[in-house]
């Protein structure tokens, strides 16, 4: 059981650099590379939406949103280019790491966080 899982998410990673690979080749729709670059970008940044120290749900992005999002962009990319990203990635000795995702995160994490304040911190009178 643990090794079934274990090779389940060395695909979502594999996957995700796949992902990415895939929305940097021409022959992809331009609506499949948004979303691909969008989820890549999520999938490979090193924060997480949903801090995993939140009971539950710190998890349900990597069991569910995560994989849910990769499922949709493989069926929107041609068969051909996912299976050359695969095989890229697959080859790959690293795995890139998305800047850009983590800044966005904080960026959402920043708006949450003044916009919570905003709403709820008491006006003097």
Known sequence: MAGRLRDWARGLKRDAH?????ARDPRTPW????LAL???AYALSPIDLIPDFIPVLGYLDELI??????ML????VPVEVMAE???AALA???RPASRAGAAAIVVLWIATASLLLWLF???AI
Do not use: K, N
Not at 18 to 22: D, H, I, R, T
Not at 31 to 34: E, H, I, L, N, V
Not at 65 to 70: D, E, I, R, V
């Open 92 to 94: 790959a000795e690293s």
């Open 38 to 40: 969008f989820i890549a």
């Open 73 to 76: 962009v493989v069926r929107l």
């Open 85 to 87: 990203a695969r095989a």
């Open 18 to 22: 796949a992902v990415y690979l895939a």
């Open 31 to 34: 609506y499949a590379r948004a």
């Open 121 to 123: 911190w008491p006006e």
């Open 65 to 70: 949103l995560l994989p849910l999002g990769l």
